[in-house]
C-alpha cells in the first residue's frame, strides 16, 4: 500500500506552480498523494495578486484559516512536502493535531515565529541566500534536521536540480523501511 504524502504549494498556489508537476511526476508512483494550492485552503480570492498582497492575506488569516482547514480535511497519518508559506501552514497544523508523521519544508517562511516544533519527523531546507531562513540560534533552539544549499535563494524548490534531490530523500526514505527486514 502507498504511503501517504499531502503536498502543500507555496503562496502562489497553483497560478505560477509549474514546476510542481516535476514533484509529482517523480512520487506519483510510489505515494498517495493529496496536493492543496494553500490559497484555496486559507480561502484567499484577491482582485490583484501581488506579492505584498498576497503575503499580507496570509499574514492577516490566512495562515491560521488554511492550517484549520487542513486539520479538518487531513484526517489520516501522512507525511508532508511543503513549499514556502505552505510550511508554517503544516507546522502550525501539526500543532493543533494534524496527524502528520513527518515534515519536509523547503523555503518555508515565517517558521521563526513559531516557538514549539511539531512531534513529527521535521527536515528544513532552505538556500543560503534565502531571505525567509530563520536564524541560526532559531533552528539550534527548536532542533529540527536543517540543511542550507549554497547559491541558492528562496525560490530554490523550483529548480531541477532541487527537485531530484528532494525527490530522491523522500523516495529513498520510503524505500529504505521497504527493504528493511
Given at each position: 500500500?502507498?504511503?501517504?504524502?499531502?503536498?502543500?504549494?507555496?503562496?502562489?498556489?497553483?497560478?505560477?506552480?509549474?514546476?510542481?508537476?516535476?514533484?509529482?511526476?517523480?512520487?506519483?508512483?510510489?505515494?498517495?498523494?493529496?496536493?492543496?494550492?494553500?490559497?484555496?485552503?486559507?480561502?484567499?480570492?484577491?482582485?490583484?495578486?501581488?506579492?505584498?498582497?498576497?503575503?499580507?492575506?496570509?499574514?492577516?488569516?490566512?495562515?491560521?484559516?488554511?492550517?484549520?482547514?487542513?486539520?479538518?480535511?487531513?484526517?489520516?497519518?501522512?507525511?508532508?512536502?511543503?513549499?514556502?508559506?505552505?510550511g508554517?501552514?503544516?507546522?502550525?497544523?501539526?500543532?493543533?493535531?494534524?496527524?502528520?508523521?513527518?515534515?519536509?519544508?523547503?523555503?518555508?517562511?515565517?517558521?521563526?515565529?513559531?516557538?514549539?516544533?511539531?512531534?513529527?519527523?521535521?527536515?528544513?531546507?532552505?538556500?543560503?541566500?534565502?531571505?525567509?531562513?530563520?536564524?541560526?540560534?532559531?533552528?539550534?533552539?527548536?532542533?529540527?534536521?536543517?540543511?542550507?544549499?549554497?547559491?541558492?535563494?528562496?525560490?530554490l524548490?523550483?529548480?531541477?536540480?532541487?527537485?531530484?534531490k528532494?525527490?530522491?530523500?523522500?523516495?529513498?526514505?520510503?524505500?529504505?523501511?521497504?527493504?528493511?527486514?
Amino acid at each position: 500500500m502507498a504511503k501517504k504524502l499531502v503536498i502543500l504549494s507555496d503562496k502562489w498556489g497553483s497560478k505560477k506552480g509549474l514546476w510542481i508537476t516535476s514533484y509529482l511526476g517523480y512520487l506519483q508512483q510510489y505515494y498517495d498523494i493529496s496536493y492543496y494550492d494553500i490559497q484555496e485552503l486559507a480561502n484567499i480570492h484577491l482582485e490583484v495578486n501581488s506579492d505584498e498582497n498576497v503575503g499580507k492575506a496570509f499574514d492577516e488569516g490566512g495562515i491560521v484559516t488554511a492550517a484549520a482547514h487542513l486539520v479538518k480535511n487531513v484526517t489520516e497519518p501522512s507525511h508532508f512536502l511543503a513549499f514556502g508559506m505552505g510550511g508554517v501552514i503544516a507546522w502550525k497544523a501539526a500543532l493543533k493535531g494534524l496527524p502528520m508523521k513527518s515534515l519536509y519544508a523547503i523555503s518555508s517562511a515565517r517558521l521563526d515565529k513559531e516557538s514549539q516544533a511539531p512531534t513529527a519527523d521535521v527536515k528544513l531546507l532552505y538556500g543560503e541566500c534565502d531571505m525567509c531562513k530563520p536564524s541560526q540560534q532559531w533552528l539550534a533552539q527548536i532542533g529540527a534536521k536543517t540543511e542550507i544549499v549554497k547559491g541558492f535563494g528562496h525560490d530554490l524548490y523550483s529548480d531541477e536540480k532541487i527537485i531530484i534531490k528532494v525527490c530522491q530523500e523522500l523516495l529513498t526514505k520510503i524505500t529504505k523501511k521497504q527493504f528493511v527486514a
